[in-house]
């Protein structure tokens, strides 16, 4: 994909790696917009990046993402790259009383978003690529968040078979597999330790620079190129 004057939708721009995102494609002189369900949240990131556009909208919500899309193919018909990056991420175990309705929510905003939303662009005759965000966990899964391990193993098969299908139509399709990073997901604290998501757009530019549609930082590169013996070691490592 070229990497500047493109319109690019980025679901959950406005915080994490979507910001930091956000941040890299407009350095690109992009036009970007990014969408996201806390109205505080987007005026930051509007607040710190000017020319950002925002939108706000609820993707758990099938009717929301109906509005989103047409939102965007009449205020920017220009739109030609679509990022589903948006994603929640639960810790929890199948024994909780509150597991069932805590794994919808990560259904519908993990996998039944992105899937709708690529339905609906499909239909925008400018869209050229589409960048999907899935996880190391994709490849081995960590038992403390085992329907986002599962959503994202989803979508990483998910992405094959898209790519395989989009080609007659020369529309590009990158997955972006990121290890753990230091961001909120999953809850305020948890990933502290692990690197910075400016360390990981680095390395994921410089792989887009390069043409590869396989983005991969750290562990997910190791985990993307393992045999079945390094993903048992990977498993037994993180679920002690």
């Given at each position: 994909m070229q990497l500047s004057n493109n319109t690019i939708l980025i679901t959950g721009g406005a915080t994490g790696i979507g910001l930091g995102l956000t941040?890299?494609?407009?350095?690109?002189?992009?036009?970007v917009?990014?969408?996201?369900?806390?109205?505080?949240?987007?005026?930051?990131?509007?607040?710190e990046l000017p020319g950002l556009i925002t939108k706000k909208c609820d993707l758990e919500d099938?009717?929301?993402?109906?509005?989103?899309?047409?939102?965007?193919t009449k205020e920017h018909p220009g739109l030609n790259i679509l990022v589903n990056n948006a994603g929640i991420q639960n810790w929890m175990n199948i024994t909780d009383k509150d597991f069932y309705s805590r794994a919808r929510q990560e259904i519908a905003i993990n996998i039944e978003a992105p899937l709708h939303l690529t339905s609906?662009?499909?239909?925008?005759?400018?869209?050229?690529?589409?960048?999907?965000?899935?996880?190391?966990l994709?490849?081995?899964?960590?038992?403390?968040?085992?329907?986002?391990?599962?959503?994202?193993?989803?979508?990483?098969?998910?992405?094959?078979?898209?790519?395989?299908?989009?080609?007659?139509?020369?529309?590009?399709?990158i997955e972006i597999i990121p290890?753990?990073?230091?961001?909120?997901?999953?809850?305020?604290?948890?990933?502290?330790s692990f690197p910075p998501v400016s360390d990981f757009i680095e390395a994921i530019f410089t792989q887009l620079q390069a043409g590869m549609t396989e983005l991969t930082f750290g562990f997910s590169e190791a985990m993307t190129k393992a045999g079945p013996a390094e993903l048992q070691a990977a498993f037994t490592r993180l679920n002690p």
């Open positions: 941040r890299r494609f407009i350095q690109h002189k992009n036009t917009i990014v969408c996201g369900r806390r109205e505080d949240v987007l005026k930051d990131a509007a607040a099938p009717a929301e993402r109906e509005a989103l899309y047409a939102w965007v609906l662009f499909l239909q925008h005759q400018p869209l050229t690529t589409v960048m999907n965000v899935t996880s190391g994709s490849f081995v899964p960590v038992s403390k968040a085992p329907v986002y391990s599962a959503t994202k193993a989803f979508f990483h098969s998910f992405n094959l078979s898209l790519r395989h299908s989009l080609k007659a139509r020369n529309i590009e399709v290890p753990a990073l230091n961001t909120d997901l999953g809850a305020k604290g948890i990933h502290d």
